[in-house]
C-alpha cells in the first residue's frame, strides 16, 4: 500500500509540473501575441493620433475665422501636430469647441495636403488641393466644398487633370497644353482668394502669402529652359513641351 500511496504521489507531481510549464508556456505565448499587437498598434500610432481622445499641440489657430457650414455663425480652424510635428490634423470647430470636420495630412510625399479657406461669391468654402506626382505621373486635382451641419462635405466645385512630363520616354502618354492651363487657371482663381490654414505639399511654396498661386514648380527645375513668368501659362507649357520634346 505504501508503495502505492509513494506511486500516486510522484504521479501527481509529475501531473502538476508538466501541468505548470503549460501554463508557462501558454503565458509566454500570450505575452508575445501582446507585444505583437503592442508593437502593430506602434506602427499605426500616426493615424490612430488623429483621434479626438489622442492629445496633439495647437501649433495654429484661426479664431472664428470663417462659416463653413453658412449658418451665420464663425467656425474656428485649428492645426494640431502629434508626434515629432510629422503628422497633423486640420480640425474645424463650432463655437463651442466641438469638432465638425477634421482631415489628416503629413509631411511623408504619400500624406502630402493643402486645405485654405477660400471666399467665393461672397461665401467661405474649405479648398483642398492635392498637385501629387510620382516618378513624373502627374494627378493634380481640387475641391471646394462646404459643410453640412453634421460637418458632412457639400462639393461646390472640384477638377482635374492628369499629364506626364517623363519627355522620350516609353511610358509617355499625355501633356495636353490646354487641358493643364485651364485646370491651372481654375486653382489659380480660387487661389487668389483663399488664405492657407494647413500645407504640408513639400513642392508647393508661396512667395507671397496675400496672393497664392501655384506656379508648377516643375517648369523651374528643367535644365536650360527659361521662360516668361509673365506669359500665358498655355504659352509657357507649349514652350516647355517644345523643348523636352526636341532633347
Known amino acids: 500500500m505504501k508503495q502505492w500511496i509513494g506511486f500516486i504521489i510522484i504521479v501527481s507531481i509529475i501531473v502538476t509540473l508538466a501541468a505548470c510549464g503549460s501554463q508557462s508556456e501558454t503565458t509566454i505565448n500570450n505575452n508575445a501575441q501582446q507585444d505583437e499587437i503592442q508593437n502593430s498598434a506602434v506602427e499605426i500610432v500616426p493615424q490612430e493620433k488623429t483621434d479626438s481622445t489622442v ?4 501649433i495654429k489657430e484661426f ?3 470663417a462659416d463653413f457650414n453658412h449658418d451665420g ?10 508626434g515629432d510635428k510629422e503628422y497633423f490634423e486640420l480640425q474645424i470647430c ?8 477634421k482631415t489628416e495630412a503629413a509631411t511623408a510625399h504619400m500624406g502630402w495636403l493643402s486645405l485654405f479657406l477660400c471666399q467665393s461669391d461672397g461665401k467661405d468654402y474649405l479648398l483642398k488641393y492635392t498637385p501629387y ?24 466645385d472640384s477638377g482635374s487633370v492628369q499629364f506626364d512630363i517623363n519627355f522620350g520616354s516609353p511610358v509617355h502618354y499625355s501633356f495636353n497644353t490646354d487641358e493643364i492651363a485651364a485646370f491651372m487657371n481654375e486653382v489659380n ?22 496672393h497664392l498661386k501655384d506656379t508648377l514648380w516643375w517648369l ?28
Open 94 to 101: 463650432s463655437s463651442e469647441e466641438n469638432i465638425l470636420w
Open 55 to 58: 492629445s496633439g499641440e495647437i
Open 133 to 156: 506626382m510620382s516618378q513624373g505621373a502627374c494627378h493634380y486635382q481640387y475641391d471646394l466644398f462646404s459643410l453640412d451641419s453634421s460637418g458632412n462635405e457639400i462639393i461646390t
Open 220 to 247: 523651374d527645375v528643367e535644365d536650360g529652359f527659361t521662360y516668361d513668368k509673365t506669359a500665358n501659362l498655355s504659352d509657357i507649357l507649349a514652350s516647355y513641351k517644345k523643348f523636352r520634346e526636341s532633347r
Open 63 to 65: 479664431t472664428s475665422i
Open 73 to 82: 455663425v464663425k467656425e474656428t480652424a485649428k492645426v494640431v501636430a502629434f
Open 189 to 210: 482663381a480660387y487661389l487668389e482668394n483663399s488664405v492657407v490654414l494647413l500645407n504640408t505639399d513639400g513642392n508647393l511654396k508661396f512667395k507671397d502669402g496675400s
